[in-house]
């Protein structure tokens, strides 16, 4: 069994540029979650996909878009960046949208400049 | 009314000490409360996660009290080990409409000393 992976590890954009990142679910798990964590402060929650279709979404602007894929993967597309987008990016799985454990991937550090 | 509200923001104890970090929460329609460790530069791993009818949990070192009426729950670390040294979350999950979403606190650093 492979554990939720990430990438890039690291990536430095200039405000204005767009970015996407990307997870690879648990195996078997459908569900995927992306958050957002700044420095010092805890993870906040941007949306959750399942089955392909977007669950929920935190208080984050129409910006930050996302995409499952047939195999469950998982990109995080962020336009227009800003340099408060500077932050730990941390995708999250889950057997399904229902399941209270969610295993979290390594993150993808973005420094926006 | 979402939130989580997570202390100290840091603890520093010796070895073999019980740290206790403590979370408070307002939103009774929260249904699993779950901690997470963190280590620098790594994702949160789940330690031991809790539902509001049980009022004590215990796994290993680790132990939930959940208080409900009172809306809060403490991680304590029995034996505490220089290796625990990371940042702690508290997290709530919002159940319904937002399907597995979770609600951190903002994190306790703890530090165990040799």
């Known amino acids: 069994e492979t554990g939720v992976t990430q990438s890039p590890t690291h990536l430095i954009k200039t405000r204005g540029q767009q970015v996407t990142l990307r997870c690879s679910s648990q195996?078997?798990?459908?569900?995927v979650s992306w958050y957002q964590q700044a420095l010092g402060q805890g993870p906040q929650f941007i949306f959750q996909y399942y089955r392909e279709e977007e669950n929920g979404r935190g208080n984050f602007p129409p910006r930050f878009s996302g995409l499952q894929f047939p195999n469950y993967s998982s990109e995080l597309n962020v336009n227009a960046l800003e340099l408060d987008d500077s932050a730990l990016y941390l995708c999250a799985s889950s057997l399904v949208a229902t399941q209270e454990t969610q295993y979290f991937g390594p993150g993808t550090r973005l420094l926006v400049l | 009314q979402q939130q989580v509200k997570q202390s100290p923001q840091s603890l520093i104890v010796q070895k073999g000490g019980i740290p206790i970090i403590n979370c408070a929460y307002e939103n009774t329609a929260f249904d699993y409360f779950p901690w997470y460790q963190q280590f620098p530069g790594k994702g949160p791993a789940l330690l031991i996660a809790i539902r509001p009818d049980v009022s004590e949990k215990k796994e290993g070192r680790f132990t939930i009290s959940f208080n409900k009426s009172a809306k809060q729950f403490s991680l304590h670390i029995m034996d505490s080990q220089p290796g625990d040294s990371a940042t702690y979350f508290c997290a709530a999950r919002s159940a319904g409409n937002q399907g597995g979403k979770l609600i951190f606190g903002q994190g306790t650093e703890l530090s165990v000393k040799p």
């Open positions: 195996s078997g798990h459908n569900t």
